[in-house]
């Protein structure tokens, strides 16, 4: 099953930096969350049938509805095009609750976050929040050029009113980011976050890797899934709450076997990215391709993301 969507007007569309808008919308259902949990994102479901998901980019604003940032971009699947071009203000449209994948240690001694371009969304609440309970921070902000930084004065007043650093990176103007050598040169109780292009991505989590920092200390979110779905089948899926076992058979997902089967899971993206299907493993060892778990939990392998993981063992048992 899908997850339950809830309606939300649009009561604000702003212009926060070349190419990118600020969406602002009131939830009309009451069974949404008044605030946010900093690092959220929510779905959206648009009029064209398209669903993308997209982190809250408030700052102290978080009781005044959900605030979406938003590039445009034409080498996209769609979403971003649509967004600037179709939606306006008054527009009512289906989104889900908030959901994190992209928890804010707020106990940390020190919190380092690392955003490429709109991936500076998440961050802001998060920073806010530290604010709140007067920790420190520090923010590297890398963009192609100052035009395409957006948010830029409410994260100045975010380092105005806590204990933080804002660094602007422009690639036009200072060259290429030393992302391994900055990683380098934290002390090992940082927490540290990023979130960006895949290269981006890719780059820190190699960084953070050979750092010394712990695998608990390092945080980081994809935009979208950047790995094929497992639909080699050949293994059984057992219901641990019925007995019931499934077959999954080459050219599907776990997903696509359970609701064949009339099995209720939650979902949304079916890429491996939003946590809608997340689900407990019992028994078994899971081909993880999705792009939310450390590589720690991997390792662990006590939940997996059932719309495109797999299985490398002959049996699994899901708690369901």
């Not at 071009?85 to 020190?110: C, H, T, W, Y």
Request: glycine share 10%; net charge negative; charged share 25%.
């Amino acid at each position: 099953m899908t997850e339950p969507l809830f309606p939300a007007r649009i009561v604000a569309i702003e212009l926060a930096a070349e190419d990118i808008l600020s969406f602002t919308l009131h939830p009309l259902d009451a069974a949404l969350p008044d605030g946010i949990d900093p690092g959220s994102h929510i779905d959206v479901h648009l009029p064209n049938g398209m669903m993308r998901s997209y982190s809250l980019s408030n700052g102290y604003d978080q009781r005044l509805g959900f605030r979406l940032t938003v590039a445009r971009d034409a080498n996209s699947r769609g979403g971003s095009t649509y967004m600037h071009d179709k939606l306006r203000v008054g527009q009512i449209i289906d989104i889900s609750k908030p959901r994190n994948n992209f928890k804010l240690a707020e106990d940390a001694a020190m919190s380092v976050f690392f955003a490429g371009g709109i991936g500076v969304t998440p961050f802001l609440p998060m920073i806010a929040r530290l604010n709140q309970v007067g920790k420190p921070w520090r923010l590297y902000y890398c963009t192609r050029n100052e035009e395409r930084a957006a948010l830029v004065n409410e994260i100045r007043q975010l380092e105005a009113d806590g204990v933080g650093q804002f660094i602007s990176h422009y690639d036009d103007r200072d060259g290429l980011f030393d992302l391994k050598g900055t990683l380098a040169a934290l002390s090992g109780d940082t927490h540290v976050y990023c979130c960006g292009p895949k290269g981006m991505l890719d780059a820190f989590r190699a960084g953070a890797q050979v750092s010394g920092l712990g695998s608990d200390r390092v945080h980081f979110e994809y935009f979208n899934a950047d790995v094929e779905s497992a639909t080699e089948g050949g293994f059984v899926v057992v219901l641990n709450q019925s007995g019931a076992e499934i077959r999954i058979n080459p050219g599907q997902t776990i997903l696509q076997a359970l609701t064949e089967h009339g099995v209720n899971v939650p979902f949304s993206c079916e890429e491996g990215i939003c946590g809608a299907c997340e689900t407990r493993v019992i028994e078994g060892v899971p081909d993880h391709r999705d792009m939310i778990l450390s590589d720690e939990e991997k390792r662990q392998s006590k939940t997996m993301m059932v719309c495109c993981s797999g299985s490398k063992s002959d049996r699994l048992v899901l708690d369901l």
